[in-house]
């Protein structure tokens, strides 16, 4: 006599098991940072134009297929990077006064701009920026959250403590801060500072800031 085996469709059944990702497809972190620490030698190497994805990937160690997993071309591997730096951002000075909040973030961003890497890099992702409006934009969004970002807290920090007029031209403010020293370093690119000058610096933009 056969019997008819039935399932009661009210009875739970056993969920399949998800399979785990095959070694090919999870990405690994340390060799993410390599590509991306590769990415800044070969800007500085050989500039944005002439910079390849087999140049990275030669450098990382890696195989050029390890970096197209993680960006379609160089374009968007730079675009990844730039916001990266962007979101990882500048300290904010908290010194308890407005000059010594703007001789702290002078110091800091003039380290960064004598680094031998970015005085290299910088220069040449503004020229391409003049070509290219995805990198004009990623800059932009770069320099507005992390240098105008800090900058922004140094002067509301400032009126809060009654250093400067309430309601001042924010605008105006940042470009006072940010300006000379971005113009000094990157734009003329002066092969090193005058001692003394980022005192006099942080005091004058102090005195204009009071000004305004």
Known sequence: ?????????????????????????????????????????????????????????????????????????????????????????????????????????????????RHPVASQVIPDLQAEAARNPDIAEALRKALREGQEGVASGIVAAAERRGEVRSGIDEELALDLISGPLYWRSVVIRSPGLPKGYLAALARATTEALRAL
């Open 1 to 113: 006599m056969l019997v008819r085996m039935t399932t009661n469709a009210d009875e739970p059944q056993p969920r399949p098991r998800r399979r785990t990702p095959a070694g090919a497809a999870v990405l690994r972190e340390d060799v993410t940072q390599a590509i991306r620490a590769a990415v800044f030698e070969e800007l500085a190497a050989v500039g944005y134009a002439r910079m390849s994805i087999e140049g990275i990937a030669r450098r990382a160690g890696v195989g050029k297929t390890a970096v197209y997993r993680r960006w379609r071309s160089k374009l968007h591997l730079v675009l990844d990077l730039v916001s990266a730096v962007a979101a990882q951002g500048l300290p904010a000075p908290d010194t308890g006064s407005l000059e010594g909040d703007l001789r702290l973030l002078y110091e800091v961003t003039a380290r960064a701009l």
